[in-house]
């Protein structure tokens, strides 16, 4: 970790170059992401590792200014990669609590309805999970005098999430009400039949995804071989031993696999 700080370090002169509404955008995804580093640590960080990739293709590429273009190209996709991650993470992490929010709040109002305190009920229903922990920390900070209202809070703000926020809402208002848990039951059966809607969703479109990772991985390969050898052998175009050697060798499976990664941060 001291060796990555003091890398990170050497472009520390990288944050004052950004805007403080983007600096705030990226400190709430860390946040909310669990990733324990500060803006401007983690600014310098994806600078000087895209920094890093930049100078390997560049080297890898023959030191050659014809090829600084794509080594341009490496670096932007590299560090906005870096700076978006976060933000996907968030929204993955929002995701996998909404799954496991139903069970939850179901959960929740049978006890509420069998006469067990809100405390009771809330601890009952804290497992291993990623909701679990969350709600041990909800747990926690009340415990240590934080009230009902501030504890849940303080959860809504951890996550990227409309109906967390909602949920957090309804179960304040059955803390204070100390209604019986039939509105948590209805919220949750709300909240499976989106996650249904989710999944039909996603499954209508994977087939527009498979068949765009075949056109990826053999049909634009197929068809720019033939461009290159009816180009230049009939069309004179000229094209470059670079391209000849990129398009196949990088730029296809790059291709492939950021639509792998975008299907994989797609799926409910």
Request: net charge positive; with cysteine; glycine share 8%.
């Amino acid at each position: 970790m001291g060796d990555m700080d003091s890398f990170a370090a050497k472009f520390y002169f990288v944050p004052r170059y950004f805007s403080g509404g983007f600096k705030r955008k990226l400190a709430r995804d860390l946040f909310q992401a669990k990733i324990g580093y500060s803006v401007d640590y983690y600014l310098s960080l994806s600078f000087g590792i895209a920094s890093i990739c930049f100078v390997f293709s560049l080297a890898v590429l023959s030191v050659s200014l014809e090829y600084l273009p794509f080594s341009i190209l490496v670096f932007v996709i590299t560090f906005f990669s870096m700076t978006g991650y976060p933000g996907l993470k968030k929204k993955k992490r929002a995701r996998g609590i909404e799954k496991e929010l139903p069970n939850c709040l179901r959960l929740i109002g049978i006890h509420l309805n069998i006469g067990l305190s809100f405390e009771q009920s809330l601890k009952s229903a804290c497992s291993n999970s990623v909701l679990g922990s969350e709600l041990k920390h909800v747990i926690k900070n009340i415990d240590n005098g934080s009230s009902v209202q501030e504890a849940f809070g303080a959860l809504a703000n951890r996550i990227d999430s409309v109906f967390v926020k909602r949920a957090v809402a309804q179960l304040i208002a059955s803390y204070e009400k100390g209604g019986s848990g039939e509105t948590l039951k209805k919220l949750a059966d709300e909240q499976e039949s989106i996650i249904r809607a989710r999944l039909k969703e996603y499954n209508g479109k994977m087939t527009v995804y498979s068949l765009l990772f075949i056109a990826i991985s053999a049909v634009f390969p197929a068809i720019f071989q033939a461009y290159m050898m009816v180009g230049s052998s009939f069309l004179d175009m000229g094209i470059t031993p670079s391209q000849a050697f990129l398009m196949p060798v990088l730029v296809f499976p790059i291709a492939n696999i950021a639509l792998f990664l975008f299907v994989r941060w797609k799926s409910p």
